[in-house]
């Protein structure tokens, strides 16, 4: 890993997350990631936090001049006998939107960190993510399938995946 992953801007860092980032987080959420969580699981915040570090190998929180904003994470599947697929997920708070282009950037490379470990990413996301699909798609994730009635809402979900070997590190 590069020291650019670790501190992609002067004020933003990325460090391993720690237990005590999912209570932060988790009371500063924006507003379309607390929309997903409800749709998709029903939890609290910090409950989905919570899961997502328990299981990610490992989780990482995003800091923006010292203050927890973002965490993110790969969980390893064990429901795909052909391929080590790693699900990936990323909560931030309203501080995202200050990061600009940067964020695309240093979200990339990331992504490609994450993935030495797999064959492919993949994740699940609510359909009504307009920013984040496209963003996904600029990065190289492809629709995979769309689930009409997912999650604790049956809402529409959009599955998404991408060979590690193809993920775009210049995305958008």
Request: charged letters at 25%.
């Amino acid at each position: 890993m590069t020291a650019d992953l670790r501190h992609p801007a002067d004020d933003i860092e990325v460090r391993e997350s720690k237990g005590e980032d999912t209570v932060f987080l988790g009371e500063r959420l924006r507003a379309e990631d607390l929309a997903e969580i409800v749709a998709a699981t029903g939890e609290k915040p910090v409950e989905a936090l919570g899961r997502g570090f328990l299981a990610s190998k490992p989780c990482w929180t995003v800091t923006w001049k010292g203050e927890p904003s973002a965490m993110f994470g790969v969980v390893p599947s064990e429901d795909v006998d052909f391929a080590r697929l790693g699900r990936v997920w990323f909560l931030g708070s309203e501080r995202v939107r200050v990061w600009g282009k940067s964020f695309c950037r240093f979200t990339a490379l990331w992504l490609q960190e994450m993935g030495k470990d797999f064959d492919v990413l993949g994740c699940v996301v609510d359909a009504r993510q307009i920013a984040h699909l496209r963003w996904l798609k600029s990065v190289g994730f492809r629709v995979v399938r769309v689930h009409n009635h997912y999650g604790k809402l049956g809402l529409p979900f959009i599955e998404m995946a991408v060979p590690t070997c193809d993920i775009n590190p210049n995305g958008e």
